[in-house]
């Protein structure tokens, strides 16, 4: 493990040179000034000076006056959308607060640091080349790793890295970004609200090999997270939660670690897992590798395999993470090695391993031709039977099961497993087969996946008007992007899965 060598550039100066005479003087002379991590200035109170172990000083005895915020305001950058101004050349922020009408009555001067040598305690995950996401609350150091991480890649790695940066938190304010993030390229954004544009737009124009985002926060973000990762770039980001655990339950974010679906069981698998007929399965594959969960500045809770790690989690486990911390003798520790329960064989994976053995689905309520047409495309050994009795499973509408019919109750009662799309729509019918037998006719499909996009790519050079493709999984959505790219074409995906696809267009 790697040994501590920590080294810190905070340019307190350029901060303390924006405060007022007196409250500055006060700030500079205090024993605390390298742990200093804010100034509050709030009309008609006394100045604050906020410390890393969370205690705070008053700076003078009189409070703030309208002149003290103009004194500030004046000697900064101009306020965002987002209410944030910098410092230029520097990593501080400041951040306001306005009345109702819109005049500023409180300031939050932040100190920004660039630390060299945070991210030594993850050199092997950052080397691994794996997407990675971090997680915590604020100020426990999320933004400073991952500006500590374009610099070594970029500089270390020589790898292509661009940021965007939304409010210029990571490389700073102004048009020169700062050198703290080495070699790599920031992206600024107009506002929050165009930041998942600015995603893409790094993407198609700029041919990054890493691409670092800090606080993904909506679902568009996450939707655009996903389309850089089909294409084989690097994603390091942080997002707005404290575990894995808790991103998982929010349903504007989840998809960054693969999403819910609610899945109906068979009775026979019911009883075997002994739980309810109705669980939470994990809807595709997750957008990042690997989740950080930075617990204090010098200890973390890594998860490896994101994808094992909410597939435990959904069945009512609690996997156990590595848990690593700088040691007072400098070296990396090992608190807590990962220890991934064993898990239940998948709800979908029941009647999929049988190798060398044809498989026979009854539908009942789903169109015949659409599932043949979905069979084929998937190049699947799968015989459609004529009786329920003939069939291995039985394939159903939402609608027809709810109902509860005669038929199926017949087919329950003999222990026929019972697998439900929620529409008759070829996509549904498309994904539905490829859970039940995973792995089944992926040659096939890939194929079929590579000549549909190779067609899109001559038919957008020839017409110059956009092509959208068939659904498809994660994998052959990347192989997708990676066929336009390698003809100077844009695309991204579209829609949720299972219906999320690919869009192709002239560059």
Request: proline share 5%.
């Amino acid at each position: 493990m790697e040994r501590r060598h920590l080294s810190v550039a905070d340019n307190i100066d350029d901060l303390l040179g924006v405060l007022p005479e007196d409250i500055r003087r006060k700030v500079a002379e205090h024993p605390q000034l390298p742990e200093l991590l804010e100034v509050v200035l709030d009309l008609g109170r006394m100045p604050e000076a906020r410390f890393q172990d969370e205690g705070f000083v008053f700076l003078r005895d009189t409070p703030i006056s309208d002149a003290d915020i103009s004194y500030v305001s004046s000697r900064i950058g101009e306020f965002g959308n987002d209410n944030r101004a910098g410092i230029e050349r520097t990593l501080h922020r400041i951040s306001a607060l306005r009345n109702r009408r819109d005049r500023i009555v409180g300031l939050t001067c932040r100190v920004g640091r660039a630390v060299y040598g945070t991210i030594d305690i993850i050199r092997d995950i950052v080397e691994s080349g794996m997407s990675i996401l971090f997680l915590g609350r604020p100020g426990v150091g999320k933004t400073t790793k991952l500006r500590e991480v374009a610099r070594v890649l970029s500089d270390e790695f020589r790898k292509r890295v661009v940021i965007v940066d939304t409010s210029n938190e990571i490389a700073g304010d102004g048009d020169i970004p700062h050198a703290g993030i080495g070699y790599a390229r920031r992206m600024q954004v107009a506002s929050p609200e165009k930041q998942h544009d600015v995603m893409i737009e790094a993407v198609e124009n700029h041919m990054p090999e890493v691409v670092v985002i800090d606080e993904i926060g909506r679902s568009e973000e996450a939707y655009a997270a996903r389309t850089i990762a089909e294409r084989g770039v690097q994603l390091i980001a942080t997002a707005h939660g404290t575990t894995l655990e808790n991103l998982l339950m929010n349903p504007t974010l989840s998809d960054l670690v693969g999403g819910i679906q609610s899945v109906t069981l068979s009775d026979d698998e019911a009883r075997r897992r002994s739980t309810q007929k109705t669980v939470l399965e994990r809807k595709a594959p997750p957008t990042f590798d690997v989740v950080i969960e930075l617990v204090e500045r010098d200890k973390l809770a890594l998860h490896r395999n994101v994808g094992e790690v909410v597939d435990a989690l959904l069945r009512g486990r609690r996997p156990q993470p590595e848990i690593r911390q700088w040691g007072e003798d400098g070296e990396v520790e090992i608190l807590q090695t990962a220890v991934m329960p064993q898990a239940e064989e998948s709800a979908f994976a029941a009647i999929g391993r049988s190798p060398g053995k044809r498989k026979r689905l009854y539908p009942y309520g789903v169109s015949r031709n659409r599932l043949e047409k979905a069979i084929e495309s998937l190049g699947m050994e799968v015989e459609i039977t004529r009786t329920w009795q003939e069939a291995d499973a039985i394939l159903t509408l939402k609608a027809h099961y709810r109902k509860d019919s005669p038929k199926l109750k017949e087919a329950v009662a003999n222990n026929k497993p019972i697998y439900v799309v929620r529409s008759n729509t070829y996509a549904q019918i498309l994904a539905l087969l490829h859970e039940i037998y995973p792995g089944g006719g992926e040659g096939t499909q890939r194929k079929s996946a590579v000549q549909e996009a190779e067609s899109a790519v001559q038919a957008v050079l020839k017409s110059r008007e956009p092509s959208e493709l068939s659904p498809q999984n994660a994998a052959l959505r990347r192989l997708q992007h990676e066929l336009a790219g390698k003809n100077h074409l844009r695309s991204y995906s579209v829609g949720h899965d299972p219906n999320r696809r690919v869009r192709i267009l002239p560059a």
